[in-house]
């Protein structure tokens, strides 16, 4: 990795596990990790792999994703940042992809802008959420996006529109392409600083009581999407609403197992806990709705390297 030399900041580590670097706490190894958290490390970082011709794959804080026992075999680019970038100018905030989607949903609030409060508490970074096309409570992300930047193979950044960028429930283009999204920026509307303030207290206070602590119990949040309505006019129904008619609650394979309040949640329960039992949990999670409702659920989850008994080959999906 010497053609990184002088790229200031960035941090190479060789030979790592990628249980430490993802909030399931669950991977293996890959031959080098690159830590970088500002868009100017990252446009360069990318530049130089694509001078180099090295295949590369770049990740968040690891808040949605499952990354296989054995590992992978190619470089990861961690663009993460512990301290928010954010930028304000009136009602325009322009955030790095690497900032936490929480402190900016907080940010946003104690400015007293309204839009971001559907992805208060969701884990990860406002990359992943933009990719993911994160929210709750019927709202997302990309309502509130008036542009983000990608930066393509040399490290030119291009300014994309939302609609150029193919949102819909939990899907966004990213989702399918290995293009990098280094910034956001996002137009949100005036509100009122302490009712928002409010609102963002009792969406905390819902998720402790029906989510795990990540910390205390390694998850990826919900495993599953939602269900698509039946008529138009009518609300998505909630996976966790059909795994826990086939008790997925009491199920469990090694050590993984499903969280005691919502039966859409997998967790590490020890430490014995492996890639491959979650992903064979998920398995029969899913083989279980299917059967009692011939309903194919669909994973919300990403997936990183290979796992047994799965088909795709893909190196995340």
Known sequence: MNFLSDIQGIHIKKNILLLEYTIFQLGGPCPF?????????????????????????VVGEGSNLLVSDQGVDCTIVRYFSSKPQIEQEDNIITVSASTRADD????????????????????????????????AFGKQISECITSVSVLVPNGEVIDE?????DFRYRFSRFKETQEVISEVKFSLSKGDRDSLLKKRDEILLSRKDKHP????????????????????????????????????????????GVFEKHANIIIKKDKSCTAQDVYQLSRE?????????S????????????????????IIR
């Open 285 to 293: 999670m899913f083989k279980a709705v299917f059967d009692k409702f």
């Open 33 to 57: 990790l690159i830590e970088c958290a500002t868009p100017q490390q990252l446009k360069q970082v990318v530049a130089k792999f694509s001078e180099n011709k090295l295949f590369f794959i």
């Open 104 to 135: 900016l949903a907080l940010f946003a609030v104690q400015k007293g802008l309204a839009g971001l409060n559907c992805i208060t508490g969701i884990p990860g970074t406002v990359g992943g959420a933009v990719v993911g096309n994160a929210g």
């Open 161 to 165: 529109e939302p609609r150029a960028l």
């Open 213 to 256: 602590d990540y910390r205390k119990d390694p998850c990826a949040g919900s495993f599953f999407k939602n269900v698509e309505p039946v008529a138009p006019e009518e609300k998505r129904q909630a996976a966790g609403w059909f795994l826990d008619q086939v008790g997925s609650k009491k199920m469990s394979i090694g050590g993984a």
């Open 295 to 314: 309903l194919k659920l669909e994973r919300e989850v990403r997936l990183m390297g290979n796992f047994e008994g799965d088909t795709d080959d893909r």
